[in-house]
């Protein structure tokens, strides 16, 4: 799939990943953002390297945008094209703006039910998605599945990337992605269930490793900038965004610290 996020007022992050079999160890990956949907008014346009060790996953961050405003994007690689984006700029800092659409969302667990709730939100006229947490479930299938989580408990960097690969499969989930920027904090199953810092729930194991792993799945499929790829297993999440002067939004880390 495609996905954007982190708005600010002259740009955001644009994201997808590369996925088949046997893709070069590095790949030139295409990107172009637009004034319209038809693409006849290019605002912006690059090339990043999609590369085996970051599971050739993408992060480009144009700049120098209008703020405020919505554009479209999309991305190329070993002649395939994507689907089409749609993403905004968050309004200048001054802006006196009277409305804001958003979704506040957490809690996804792809065995136990349909992704309804995504095409509701892709349906909707929303500016903005805030998700607040647990975007995958690191769980073994439930007893009471009604579609399956591959593979069992995860808890390596290859297992991460199949259920992060498996949940941006739904279809409904992609739309929502698609539809509109977002903002992304976590919770524990990222990771664990009710970790804390470097401590896991069973108080066995090398669960450090095991979070530096989570958190290099998790930078490598979502739309944050490259700058926040984890160093020595942690990941600067916390941050403030602001939209014009009408909101104010903290982003919290309540589980790295």
Not at 23 to 41: G, H, I, S, Y
Not at 66 to 93: D, M, N
Not at 164 to 179: E, G, N, R, T, V
């Amino acid at each position: 799939g495609i996905a954007s996020g982190q708005p600010q007022p002259q740009g955001m992050v644009l994201w997808t990943r590369l996925s088949g079999e046997d893709l070069p160890a590095q790949v030139d990956v295409a990107w172009e953002l637009a004034e319209d949907e038809a693409f006849t008014r290019i605002a912006a346009r690059g090339v990043e390297q999609a590369v085996v060790a970051d599971a050739h996953c993408v992060h480009a961050e144009p700049a120098g945008l209008q703020p405020g405003r919505w554009y479209w994007y999309r991305f190329s690689a070993l002649g395939q094209r994507s689907a089409t984006g749609r993403t905004r700029t968050a309004p200048a800092a001054d802006a006196r703006v009277e409305r804001l659409e958003l979704a506040m969302a957490s809690c996804q667990r792809y065995d136990v039910g349909h992704f309804a709730a995504w095409r509701h939100a892709a349906a909707e006229p929303l500016d903005l998605v805030v998700f607040l947490g647990d975007y995958i479930y690191e769980y073994a299938t439930a007893k009471n599945a009604v579609r399956a989580h591959t593979g069992g408990l995860v808890r390596t960097l290859g297992a991460y990337r199949e259920r992060y690969a498996l949940y941006k499969s739904d279809s409904a989930l992609q739309a929502a992605h698609a539809a509109c920027p977002w903002l992304l904090v976590w919770d524990d199953h990222e990771v664990a269930n009710d970790y804390a810092g470097l401590q896991g729930q069973n108080l066995k194991g090398d669960f450090a490793a095991q979070r530096a792993a989570a958190y290099q799945a998790y930078w490598e499929h979502m739309p944050l900038p490259k700058a926040a790829r984890p160093v020595d297993g942690s990941l600067r999440m916390f941050g403030r965004l602001d939209w014009g002067r009408l909101a104010r939004f903290h982003l919290l880390d309540d589980r790295q610290y």
